[in-house]
């Protein structure tokens, strides 16, 4: 009988260790984020407080953001333009890999992930 019971609990505590990715914290987003794609233009985040800059190609965005821990979800909003309204987007991170996972952050790919790495 213990022997099964060593084996559940083997096996449940190496299950739950394989969930590499969770929901961030503010203090975990904090930094410089270069996306990871093979593009010669790789677009950059920088999270400062409740301010993201989002660098591209030919702007740079200031948004707001905060988290919903329940929803597992990071809200957007512009600050130039806060009447344009809010998105919000899947948002996951691996530690271990200093990677950010953001889903949906580009218009017209709602689904598709994007990696970014911690520099």
């Known amino acids: ?3 099964i019971i060593f084996i559940i609990v083997t096996s449940l505590f190496i299950f739950a260790s394989c969930k590499k990715e969770k929901f961030p914290e503010i203090d975990d987003l904090t930094g410089n984020w270069i996306e990871q794609t093979s ?3 790789k677009h950059k985040l920088i999270f400062e407080d409740e301010t993201m800059y989002f660098f591209k190609p030919s702007s ?3 948004l707001s953001y905060r988290l919903d821990k329940k929803q597992e979800v990071i809200y ?6 806060p009447a344009a309204g809010e998105s ?7 530690k271990k890999k200093k990677e950010l996972t953001i889903w949906g952050l580009f218009i017209g790919v709602n689904t598709s ?3 970014f790495k911690k520099e």
């Not at 919000?88 to 691996?94: E, Q, V």
Request: glycine share 0%.
């Open 1 to 3: 009988m213990k022997k």
């Open 39 to 41: 593009n010669s233009f």
């Open 60 to 62: 740079v965005d200031t």
């Open 76 to 81: 957007l909003r512009l600050k130039n333009n």
């Open 88 to 94: 919000n987007h899947k948002i996951l991170i691996n």
């Open 113 to 115: 992930e994007t990696i």
